[in-house]
């Protein structure tokens, strides 16, 4: 869907994007990393289970939502990169096991 | 402790970096929060580090920002990035999430200067994944140094969208189609409003640069289309539209939509500032006086989360308000303040000139929201349809926040921010009354979801925990 228009030459971390380890500029959002790397959907939705994925990549619609190292319903458009992090695909309202 | 401040100026788009520069460099402590991690706000999103190798592709504008952020920088105000405000009181309490740490400031004054939001319209399919907004894809483009790959479609209507248009096309992007949906009987009703357009001369002639350039460079604009649908299963296969009396389908993996820009009210109405219905910009905006002065005491909005204006005017109007401030705190009197403030108030007067004609050139069809199919979702988190807003109108509810009770429509993460407008606007037309009498959703904190394990952090001083 979307490509880098070139490599801007940051440093990079290393990031799991459902478990596949990707290297990715830091200070990016979590959102462009899953977008670039193919995570598709980002999320099912709480009521019907539909596919969703980022719409506004500002922080207003809430369909970013993954989990971020185990913490569910976080906004990947708002949520910088960290070496070692650990995206995943959310589904539904993204409960946890207690 | 809780720190205090004399001004707390929340966000850092024009309006904010140069209400916090003008304040402190009259004197005032002042504090600028803003839950980006780099100045600029939407305009001027990453611009003392873009990632592109040639910057030329954001055009001219962009590098105003630049000079903005940098007096911003040399002014000595204290500012504080990734600090997202999630509450606000009206003793003037600031909740703050400070790099995912929560946290509580109090401020003698807070200048709110939060920007706006593209104008959510919805259609059928438009919550498939591989459809974004015009806003969303320049976002990218600004902050990540990414573009579509191939086939991209563009539909809606407003400045924005031609913009994003000629940004793509210096970037060497490949432009499937544009597909315009301003209604063409828009320019006749706009004509009035032409005369007092032309004084800002510069704004109109940048936009017909810019059809200039798309037009150029050969891309595909197809006029008048309506019937705007989003076709797939698990993601965008292809869009549907209307237009010129015929169905027309193009294959594509990306739709980029865009509507207008609306001020995103949720934090100037979790105080419970008066809001009215602009019945040219078709948004709620935060009732304020000349100096952006709210009904809440020691409040003041500036910016496009005032209502619409444009990054000029979201600039001055930024200058006026931190001016009161420094007057309502004792810096300068009442005199000196409105010396200071003449100049910039008739720079913004001249900006706003151009307002109507825009205004009224870019509106959104009506039909968008009253001929809605009654299977489209309004709600995206609660997926909750035009239909059964309908329905629960015809059931006796009256308004949005009745809706909630009826529906769930508006209750999920994003506290209605997609679907607010479009509610207030759906069951205005469906009662056959206007918007103002209906209203729109209460708002209360937390402004952004905040965990629980964040709270905890707070010890019983209201500072965060080391
Ligand atoms: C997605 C988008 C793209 C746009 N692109 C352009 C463009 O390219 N050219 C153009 O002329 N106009 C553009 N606009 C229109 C834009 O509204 C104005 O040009 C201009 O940016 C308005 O300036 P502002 O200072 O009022 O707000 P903004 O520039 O929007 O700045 C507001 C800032 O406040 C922050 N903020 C908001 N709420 C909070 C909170 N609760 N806590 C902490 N921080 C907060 C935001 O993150 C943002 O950084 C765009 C608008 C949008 C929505
Ligand atoms: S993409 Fe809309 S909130 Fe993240």
Not at chain 1, 53 to 80: K, S, W
Not at chain 2, 38 to 58: M, S
Not at chain 2, 136 to 141: D, F, K, R, S, T
Request: charged share 20%; with cysteine; proline share 6%.
């Amino acid at each position: 869907m979307f490509k880098k228009l070139h490599d801007d030459g940051a440093e990079r971390v290393t990031v799991t994007i459902d478990g596949r380890e990707a290297r990715v500029p830091a200070g990016e959002t979590v959102a462009a990393a899953a977008l670039i790397h193919g995570l598709q959907p980002f999320r099912t939705s709480a009521v019907s289970g539909a596919p969703r994925a980022p719409y506004c990549m500002m922080g207003v619609c809430f369909d970013c939502l993954v989990e971020i190292d185990g913490t569910p319903n976080r906004q990947a458009c708002q949520v910088r990169v960290a070496e070692g992090m650990a995206i995943r695909r959310q589904d539904g309202a993204g409960e946890t096991a207690p | 402790m809780t720190a205090r401040h004399e001004l707390a100026v929340i966000g850092a788009g024009p309006a904010g970096l140069a209400a916090a520069a003008t304040a402190a460099e009259l004197g005032l402590k002042v504090a600028l929060f803003d839950d980006q991690p780099a100045p600029g706000g939407q305009i001027y999103r990453g611009v003392e580090r873009t990632p592109l190798a040639d910057p030329a592709v954001l055009g001219d504008d962009y590098r105003r920002g630049a000079d903005l952020a940098e007096a911003f920088r040399a002014s000595g105000a204290a500012y504080h990035p990734s600090c997202g405000v999630w509450l606000l009181t009206p003793e003037r309490e600031l909740g703050l999430l400070d790099n995912g740490q929560a946290r509580f400031v109090t401020a003698g004054r807070v200048i709110i200067a939060g920007g706006a939001m593209e104008r959510p319209v919805p259609f059928p399919g438009w919550t498939l994944p591989g459809v974004m907004t015009a806003g969303a894809g320049q976002i990218l483009l600004k902050s990540a140094g990414m573009v579509p790959g191939k086939g991209v479609v563009l539909a809606g209507t407003g400045p924005l969208l031609l913009l994003l248009a000629a940004q793509y096309l210096r970037a060497g992007v490949q432009i499937a189609a544009l597909l315009d949906m301003t209604p063409p009987s828009n320019a006749l009703r706009a004509l009035p409003h032409l005369p007092a357009a032309l004084s800002a001369f510069g704004t109109l002639a940048k936009g017909l640069a810019l059809k200039r350039e798309i037009h150029r460079a050969g891309v595909r604009v197809v006029k008048g289309v309506t019937s705007l649908r989003a076709l797939g299963e698990a993601r965008l296969e292809a869009v549907a539209y209307e237009a010129g009396g015929r169905e027309q389908r193009l294959d594509s993996e990306l739709l980029l939509v865009h509507f207008g820009v609306i001020p995103e009210s949720n934090t100037t109405r979790s105080l419970g500032i008066r809001h009215l219905w602009d019945s040219r910009q078709l948004c709620w905006r935060p009732v304020a006086d000349a100096w952006g002065n709210t009904g809440a005491e020691g409040f003041a909005v500036a910016g496009d989360g005032a209502g619409i204006g444009g990054a000029l005017a979201a600039e001055y109007a930024g200058r006026l308000a931190a001016l009161e401030a420094a007057r309502a705190l004792g810096r300068i009197d009442a005199a000196e303040r409105d010396r200071s403030a003449a100049p910039v108030r008739a720079a913004l007067a001249k900006e706003r000139r151009v307002r109507p004609f825009l205004d009224v050139l870019f509106q959104p069809a009506p039909e968008l929201i009253s001929q809605l199919a009654d299977d489209t979702v309004v709600c995206r988190c609660e997926e909750v349809t035009a239909g059964q807003i309908r329905e629960a109108v015809g059931q006796g509810c009256t308004g949005p926040n009745q809706l909630k009770s009826f529906t769930r429509c508006g209750m999920g993460p994003c506290q209605g921010r997609q679907c607010g407008t479009t509610v207030s606007q759906l069951i205005g037309h469906t009662l056959g009354r206007p918007v103002e009498e209906i209203g729109a959703y209460r708002i209360r904190p937390p402004l952004k979801p905040i965990g629980l394990t964040q709270l905890a952090a707070l010890d019983g001083e209201g500072e965060a925990a080391a």
